[in-house]
């Protein structure tokens, strides 16, 4: 009985030992991820001649105006190595998708040829069949069929502030001239009224869609800040509330030739 009692001991020491390891493991990874954020976000910023502002590039990625927030959750709420294990998956695929952003920040291909950080991503996920990923940086959308691309369009995404989020996804809903209705008050900085869309793929849980924004003129570089939009809608001059925002005609095309379960790749 002693011996298997130390046999337990020993164990439950070696546990504790790979637990304290791992721990540490991620929240080194956690200060590694949120030190190259800050410190490229410094560095490459977009400065906004309509109002004057200065931004940070990759404000997807932030902790304060992104989702950056998410990988602290996921290291302060684990306590088992699965669950530590899950979030260094999880910090290391976000670090993966913000190389990717920063590969394409000196790629000077143009927006509607393939692109090298889209082709790295899904060997990365061993993607095949129809993928659809967006690019932040270019503010573009190419799609892809077994590693070939087939379509690209210009997009506007999430604003600073409201994100779009970054990582792989697969579209679960889609709505047709459906109506989007804001789940805040009147007054609420995040307020919309009533919105009538045509096509809507989602993509993301929490209403983060693929979907037409008829009442923007400019789609591409620069639209997910504040600018000037010809259309004269309330909401066309500036990014969205983290939806991914296509023309009428290419939301379209992008929703008669996706399907549930199409996957989505965002950096």
């Given at each position: 009985?002693?011996?298997?009692?130390?046999?337990?001991a020993?164990?439950?020491?070696?546990?504790?030992?790979?637990?304290?390891?791992?721990?540490?493991?991620?929240?080194?990874?956690?200060?590694?991820?949120?030190?190259?954020?800050d410190?490229?976000?410094?560095?490459?910023q977009?400065?906004?001649?309509?109002?004057?502002v200065?931004?940070?590039?990759?404000?997807?990625?932030d902790?304060?105006?992104?989702?950056?927030?998410?990988?602290?959750?996921?290291?302060?709420?684990?306590?088992?190595?699965?669950?530590?294990?899950?979030?260094?998956?999880r910090?290391?695929?976000?670090?993966?998708?913000?190389?990717?952003?920063?590969?394409?920040?000196?790629?000077?291909?143009?927006?509607?040829?393939?692109?090298?950080?889209?082709?790295?991503?899904?060997?990365?996920?061993?993607?095949?069949?129809?993928?659809?990923?967006?690019s932040?940086?270019?503010?573009?959308?190419?799609?892809?069929?077994?590693?070939?691309?087939?379509?690209?369009?210009?997009?506007?995404?999430?604003?600073?502030?409201?994100?779009?989020?970054?990582?792989?996804?697969?579209?679960?809903?889609?709505?047709?001239?459906?109506?989007f209705?804001?789940?805040?008050?009147?007054?609420?900085?995040?307020?919309y009224?009533?919105?009538?869309?045509n096509?809507?793929?989602?993509?993301?849980t929490?209403?983060?869609?693929l979907?037409?924004?008829?009442?923007?003129?400019?789609?591409?570089?620069?639209?997910?800040f504040?600018?000037?939009?010809?259309?004269?809608?309330?909401?066309?001059g500036?990014?969205?509330?983290?939806?991914?925002?296509?023309?009428l005609w290419?939301?379209?095309?992008?929703?008669?030739?996706?399907g549930?379960?199409?996957?989505?790749?965002?950096?």
């Open positions: 009985m002693q011996r298997i009692e130390l046999e337990l020993q164990q439950h020491i070696e546990y504790l030992a790979s637990l304290f390891k791992i721990r540490n493991q991620a929240n080194n990874s956690l200060n590694q991820y949120h030190q190259e954020v410190n490229w976000g410094k560095k490459h977009y400065y906004d001649f309509y109002n004057g200065t931004y940070p590039l990759n404000y997807e990625y902790r304060k105006q992104g989702f950056g927030l998410e990988n602290d959750e996921a290291v302060n709420q684990s306590h088992t190595m699965h669950e530590y294990q899950n979030a260094l998956k910090i290391y695929a976000n670090l993966m998708h913000l190389h990717a952003m920063e590969a394409d920040y000196t790629d000077t291909t143009a927006w509607n040829n393939p692109h090298a950080s889209d082709l790295r991503l899904m060997r990365y996920y061993h993607l095949t069949g129809q993928v659809v990923i967006v932040f940086i270019e503010q573009a959308c190419r799609v892809y069929r077994d590693g070939k691309l087939i379509k690209a369009f210009l997009i506007t995404s999430g604003r600073l502030g409201d994100a779009s989020p970054a990582g792989i996804w697969q579209i679960s809903r889609r709505r047709w001239h459906t109506v209705r804001s789940h805040v008050p009147v007054g609420s900085p995040n307020w009224p009533d919105t009538p869309i096509y809507a793929m989602e993509y993301h929490g209403g983060y869609y979907h037409d924004s008829w009442w923007r003129a400019y789609y591409g570089r620069g639209t997910n504040p600018h000037y939009d010809p259309a004269g809608e309330e909401f066309a500036t990014g969205s509330h983290g939806c991914i925002n296509l023309s290419d939301a379209a095309w992008l929703y008669a030739n996706t549930y379960g199409t996957m989505v790749v965002t950096y």
